[in-house]
């Protein structure tokens, strides 16, 4: 899994969030955190990638997180984005802003309907979580408990620069993964020709691109 974040803050980007936010329906400045991603994938019989940008209100500042992920669905790549960037900005702003706040308003702007479904269900802590990533769901859940304050919005597709910046990325995550999936190139197996898998019971060898032998 690969992670990366950055930080900066673009001319006129708050102002251009909050016109995306008043087309999703959330009055000027009512929120804390605004989460924009996307993910690309197919079955869990091949990679996955996906990216998100995570504003802050407070720092005016945007971040930006990718990674990808083999093998993984497609619901998967659409639901972990926003996990990710919470659990980031939970351990280095979070714990302490929750301390000094009732809450944080967090605002998740996605293009999957499924997802925004799940997960406005997911922190509604009077129903149980959605049974489809319910490891993720569950954890986004107990953000819930601990003091962010969700909604869940729906946006089509490319109807804002954030999202087709993400769409962008995500697709590039995912070809970045796979690139470095088996069948692997000559270079490749010439600097693995010299590791030698074996089982541990039988002692017999294990060809490196026969480790996942489900794959079609």
């Not at 093998?71 to 929750?98: C, M």
């Not at 049974?131 to 003091?147: H, N, P």
Request: some cysteine; overall charge positive.
């Amino acid at each position: 899994m690969a992670v990366r974040s950055r930080s900066g803050n673009p001319p006129r980007q708050i102002v251009y969030l909050e016109e995306m936010l008043s087309r999703a329906g959330i009055p000027s400045g009512q929120w804390d955190l605004v989460l924009v991603g996307d993910g690309s994938g197919s079955k869990w019989t091949s990679p996955c990638g996906w990216s998100v940008v995570l504003a802050d209100r407070r720092t005016r500042q945007f971040h930006h997180f990718h990674g990808a992920a083999s093998p993984a669905s497609v619901n998967f790549a659409e639901a972990i984005p926003y996990l990710h960037a919470l659990t980031w900005f939970d351990s280095q702003f979070g714990k302490t802003r929750l301390r000094e706040q009732m809450g944080l308003r967090v605002v998740v702007i996605t293009d999957s309907q499924v997802i925004a479904r799940w997960g406005a269900q997911a922190t509604n802590v009077a129903v149980p979580v959605p049974d489809k990533q319910r490891m993720i769901w569950a954890s986004v859940r107990e953000l819930a408990r601990a003091g962010y304050q969700f909604q869940f919005r729906w946006a089509a597709r490319d109807t804002s620069s954030l999202n087709k910046f993400a769409d962008v990325v995500a697709a590039r995550s995912r070809r970045a993964v796979m690139e470095a999936e088996p069948p692997f190139g000559q270079s490749d197996r010439e600097a693995l020709g010299s590791l030698r898998f074996l089982d541990p019971e039988t002692e017999e060898e294990i060809r490196i691109d026969h480790l996942n032998p489900w794959r079609t």
